[in-house]
């Protein structure tokens, strides 16, 4: 028979029934925490301390095994692990050095990048040899990773939808070889077929031979044609015992110039047509930095040289082709802040020379061709410049230049609240450079290989005559493990005569953002001109004339189209067209610009803000369509609620203002500690489009009758019930409430949760005082809102029927407020989530 429960006892259920208190919780997990941390450590030195003591001892090892290689070949794991094996040595190992060596070889088998890291590694004692030394057994362990990876997919953007398939096959005689096929369709890339197969060299990971080829048509707006490329390379790679990377191969093309559009230059129309490059080449790369997309410290240094045409290389076009890159980046230290705080300047420079040579035994040298010579800018490239806009044009062409020069500083600082450890940056950033078509000191082009070489030499000082182009601009810089996304709002400070600088903003996805990839035609991987890698992906600028058709090459050779010729002078002169260079000689037609007092420049602030930028440009602010005016008069509409709304407050559509309105808040909610951004652009986005079309529906048709102005007291009143007439329209989308206009009266009517989330972020508004803040910010953006879609939609007598969806929107934000302040925890317990 049970006793009953004495008061004692009692007590002690009540005290189990209790929620223990989260600190106490911490702090208890914080102490076995630091416990297994010391014992682990204690572990760790008592480890060392019998190496340390042994490092001298004798040892030899006996047998090497290697588990899970399932599909890799006995002789390839032999030409790794047979050096290793004491048999193979004059000498036995001391332990230190023979951990030393287990250790290189395993990650040698890492490199190979067939098995999924990390390899482990076992040692085992085995039977001691007659002359008494201990031997040792190596296991090592690892699972191969999946010889097949199929890949397909889609990519929408930048004005171009392409679909994309990669097939790669790992290990495929089973010495570590990759075969990697790639397919890609697109409205721009119409096609690119690429296939690659490489292979270590006497099982050395550092020691690859690849073989390529390709077969592609990409369409080049910024130069009014297509290009149509079939060819292949081949090359070995390999790694020196410092690190740096070298690279010797061979290039053979066909080049096709074809598909001109009807306003081509003459520059264009002269080079289209055939072309064969033959090619050799060799790279030379050393990289220390930190990161290659986000550095904070190191340097990086590439020098590519290509020989094409020379000799023995055949082939129509021939040419030396050198250029080098180098990239530092420092970090700098804030007095206060332990450790790396996240802010440093990286700078970059690059330049680069094509020097025509003779074919065969010709001396006469073979001018440099349009699809061989360099191309700069754009938001990869030389910020603050359309794609390819700096350099040699032929009217609307970029034809490229023989001669460049280009340099960036870049300061990069963490987002507050995010942290230097995520790679999210804010840039500011300064960039120029230079591209010159090859010119003899009187302006023509070379016709010897003497002239060749004054040209060359009076081209390279020219470089140095006077300020670059030059942009400036701050932007965000996101380092994605793919590659890097960085939006920017650039101004160009020194502008050229016939360059192309682009004020505003720029987006961007690349691989290196001025060290861009060098101009030669094999790809490392993706096909060429593939959009769905991020080695290849350019955003190109819509603003040229969609190519009209194909022309076969001796069409495109006479001109193709057989239209009006263009009244641009000629970049290079070809035949009997004359002409020079618009840099140099008399303005070319369609190219803005005008000849300053200092030899074609534009600098200064003023002219970088001001109409004096471009001719007939207007003014930046004008020309983004930012109206300050608007902007506080619609803010002030929204402040006084019970004001009079003109039903033309919102025919200008500005967005700008709701934009502000919308990023405020989700960076003052950042800011009291919570992430909302995915959710406010997502509840905006769809809110906004549903919102839209309920009011369309509600909204009355567009009645040919006066209509009484929303402004005059006398004439109008938003809860006037409408006649029968009126309403009888109804049911059809609304003429007058178009949807930017339905956005801009949502995003400006976020202003009195914009206030509430700025209180947030001083004092938790998870409290009595925070709903009724919040309670009162929610109506007053929805008695804003309502009156002025009833303005704007001549929706009278309908503002409460139009204020119940808009006000199930705010609360939405509304709520999110409140999750997201400072010490919030009250509401969070009452549904559950504490």
């Not at 702090?27 to 010391?38: M, Y």
């Not at 550095?295 to 240094?301: E, K, L, N, T, V």
């Not at 006469?364 to 938001?379: H, M």
């Not at 995520?422 to 960039?431: C, G, T």
Request: net charge neutral.
């Amino acid at each position: 028979m049970s006793s009953p429960l004495s008061a004692d006892d009692e007590d002690i259920f009540a005290r189990l029934q209790q929620r223990a208190d989260p600190k106490v919780l911490n702090e208890q997990q914080q102490a076995v925490d630091e416990r297994v941390r010391a014992i682990y450590q204690k572990a760790q030195t008592r480890l060392g301390e019998l190496l340390d003591q042994n490092s001298t001892l004798p040892c030899t090892i006996s047998s090497v095994e290697v588990h899970g290689a399932r599909n890799t070949r006995r002789g390839f794991l032999e030409r790794i692990f047979d050096p290793l094996l004491s048999s193979n040595q004059d000498r036995p190992y001391t332990l230190s050095e023979a951990l030393r060596e287990v250790s290189a070889r395993a990650d040698k088998l890492n490199r190979f990048d067939i098995f999924q890291q990390p390899v482990s590694v076992y040692l085992d004692q085995s039977e001691v040899d007659g002359s008494g030394i201990p031997s040792i057994k190596v296991h090592l362990s690892g699972k191969e990773r999946s010889r097949v990876l199929l890949k397909t997919g889609t990519d929408l953007g930048n004005a171009e939808g392409s679909a994309y398939g990669n097939l790669l096959w790992r290990n495929v005689f089973g010495g570590a070889e990759n075969l990697n096929l790639n397919a890609s369709l697109g409205t721009r890339t119409r096609s690119a077929y690429q296939a690659t197969f490489d292979t270590p060299v006497l099982s050395n990971p550092d020691l690859r031979l690849e073989l390529g080829g390709i077969a592609s048509a990409t369409q080049k707006s910024w130069a009014s044609h297509e290009e149509v490329l079939r060819g292949g390379w081949s090359k070995f790679r390999w790694a020196s015992p410092s690190g740096q990377q070298h690279e010797f191969g061979y290039n053979g093309f066909w080049r096709q110039m074809t598909g001109l559009a009807e306003n081509a230059s003459p520059t264009v129309r002269a080079d289209a047509g055939d072309s064969v490059k033959s090619s050799v080449f060799h790279s030379w790369t050393k990289d220390r930095r930190d990161s290659p997309l986000l550095p904070s410290r190191g340097y990086y240094a590439k020098m590519f040289n290509e020989v094409a045409g020379w000799g023995p290389l055949k082939g129509d076009v021939s040419f030396w082709k050198s250029e080098i890159e180098t990239q530092a980046a420092v970090p700098i230290p804030i007095p206060g802040i332990k450790g790396d705080s996240g802010i440093s300047l990286t700078t970059g420079f690059r330049a680069g020379l094509l020097y025509p040579l003779g074919l065969d035994s010709d001396s006469k040298p073979q001018l440099s061709r349009t699809n061989d010579r360099f191309l700069l800018g754009g938001p990869t490239d030389v910020r603050g410049f359309r794609l390819c806009g700096l350099g040699p044009h032929d009217g609307a062409d970029a034809v490229g230049g023989d001669v460049y020069a280009a340099g960036s500083a870049n300061l990069l600082f963490p987002l507050p609240r995010v942290g230097a450890e995520k790679p999210l940056r804010l840039q500011a950033f300064i960039n120029g450079g230079r591209l010159l078509s090859l010119r003899t000191a009187d302006k023509n082009a070379p016709t010897s290989g003497a002239e060749v070489q004054n040209a060359m030499a009076s081209t390279v000082s020219e470089l140095t005559n006077g300020l670059p182009s030059i942009a400036a601009g701050v932007g965000l810089v996101y380092a994605h493990p793919v590659a890097r996304f960085e939006l920017n709002f650039s101004l160009p400070l020194v502008l050229r005569k016939g360059e192309e600088g682009r004020k505003g903003l720029q987006f961007g996805i690349g691989i290196n953002f001025l060290l861009a990839a060098m101009a030669q035609y094999y790809p490392q991987q993706q096909p060429y001109g593939v959009q769905s890698s991020a080695q290849n992906l350019q955003f190109y600028p819509s603003s040229y004339t969609s190519v009209s058709g194909h022309t076969t090459p001796s069409q495109a050779s006479y001109g193709g189209f057989g239209g009006a010729p263009n009244p641009a002078s000629q970049a290079y002169p070809v035949g009997g067209v004359g002409g020079g260079y618009g840099g140099f000689g008399s303005p070319s037609a369609g190219v803005s610009g005008r000849m300053g007092e200092q030899g074609g420049l534009r600098t200064g602030w003023l002219a970088a803000f001001g109409t004096e930028g471009y001719d007939g440009e207007p003014p930046l602010l004008e020309e983004l369509g930012v109206n300050f005016e608007h902007i506080r008069t619609k803010t002030l509409t929204v402040l006084n609620p019970f004001a009079r709304i003109d039903q033309h407050l919102m025919d200008d559509s500005d967005l700008y203002g709701a934009l502000l309105y919308i990023v405020l808040y989700g960076t003052f909610l950042l800011l009291s500690g919570k992430v909302f951004y995915g959710y406010i652009y997502g509840v905006a986005v769809f809110g906004t489009v549903a919102l839209h079309l309920i009011l369309s529906l509600m909204s009355p048709a567009l009645d040919t009758a006066p209509v009484p102005n929303a402004a005059d007291p006398a004439n109008y009143s938003p809860h006037h019930k409408p006649t029968m007439s009126d309403a009888s329209a109804a049911g059809h989308f609304s003429a007058t409430l178009t949807f930017p206009r339905s956005a801009s009266v949502l995003g400006y009517c976020f202003l009195p949760l914009v206030l509430t989330s700025l209180v947030g972020i001083l004092i938790p508004m998870d409290t009595l005082f925070g709903y009724l803040l919040t309670t009162a910010a929610v109506g007053w953006c929805t008695y804003s809102s309502s009156g002025m879609f009833c303005a704007v939609a001549r929706m009278r007598g309908m503002r409460g029927l139009v204020a119940y969806p808009l006000a199930l929107f705010y609360v939405v934000f509304g709520i999110m407020g409140i999750f997201s302040s400072r010490g919030s925890g009250t509401l969070a317990a009452k549904t559950g989530a504490a």
